[in-house]
């Protein structure tokens, strides 16, 4: 077991990323999206997302615990889960601006906080891991 405390420090926000994002998706199917600014399309367009979100999750945490067991493999999962993250950020990015969902009477403070925050844990993780 790894006693560096970046790694701890890295596994750690790993873990939190993929807890946030179980939090997200129980949140957000518990709500109704009834807004009338919403796009056209909105909630099924959003769904599918629970499945890749789910996956990139499940990575997240598996790379923190093989970072901290010091197996290689962490690294590797640690990267894949930075281009997952860094893609899934460029979509959302590209979603709220088409869709107009920066706008602050869309929530777009709220958007923009949650593209900047993925696009950063990918920044992050591909930058410490290639």
Known sequence: MTGDAATWVTAGLMVLGALVFAVFWITWFRQKHDQSWLPAGYREHETPFVF???????LLVAAAVLLVLEEPLGESLALVAGGMLLFLGILDAAYFWRTGMFSPEREGYANLAIVLAVLAGGIFLVVRFA
């Open 52 to 58: 890749a979100d789910s996956v990139l999750a499940l």
